[in-house]
């Protein structure tokens, strides 16, 4: 059967199953269990969701996997405000990972991104993802939070050459990830019962999440 590829916009229509799909992509793999589906029910309907950069891609009209955007800001040390983009979740069926639909969601975005008339993505997660799209770590745009650290699992990517000019940069995201856990919980109730239990990938995401980008290496 010849692969039929399709992205397009995410429908009301799609909600349950891209839900579902990033209930699965995530289960187990940072925390036991998983908070992400969860986002993504409360994301659509917040100020910063960008619904223009909601996106699912399709094999042979079967959804499997999503990205969705917010708007952030950066701030400089005079007080300017830019507004920029964060994606997450970023969603593909355990079944059809490493298969490069993540990759071709990914980039389709950052081209709508671009006619939309945004320039920088500043993301979290694990480098390894992340770099072969051109993403860099923070430090080397010199952005970083409001605690004047660069954690490791922070990264830009400039969708235009030169957007970020090299000045220092505050890095604030939408107050939409500020989950609460219990809510969740109930959410999650909604779903068919998984086991939560611990698995490596919890562990490589702490030391990413708890450490931090120096001169000379990582704290």
């Known amino acids: 059967m010849d692969e039929r590829i399709t992205i397009r916009n995410e429908t009301e229509a799609d909600y349950k199953t891209v839900e579902e799909i990033t209930r699965k992509a995530f289960w187990n793999l940072y925390i036991p269990g998983c908070i992400e589906h969860y986002l993504v029910h409360i994301m659509r309907p917040h100020k910063d ?30 007080g300017y405000e830019k507004e920029i983009l964060t994606f997450g979740p970023v969603s593909i069926l355990p079944e059809y990972q490493r298969k490069g639909y993540g990759k071709e969601l990914m980039e389709y975005s950052f081209r709508i991104a671009i006619e939309l008339g945004y320039d920088t993505i500043v993301i979290f997660g694990d480098p390894n993802n992340y770099i072969s799209r051109g993403f860099k770590s923070c430090k080397k745009y010199n952005v970083c939070l409001e605690n004047g650290t660069f954690p490791t699992a922070m990264m830009v990517k400039e969708l235009k050459a030169g957007a970020l000019d090299g000045r220092k940069w505050v890095y604030r995201d939408s107050p939409v990830f500020d989950v609460d856990e219990q809510e969740a919980q109930l959410f999650d109730g909604q779903f068919e019962k998984l086991e939560k239990k611990y698995q490596t990938s919890q562990e490589g995401f702490y030391i990413y999440s708890h450490s931090n980008v120096q001169e000379h290496g990582m704290e």
Do not use: C, H, W
């Open 49 to 78: 969701f960008i619904p223009e950069l909601d996106l699912v891609i399709e094999r042979n009209q079967k959804v499997v996997g999503n990205i969705m955007y917010t708007k952030a800001k950066l701030v400089d040390e005079s």
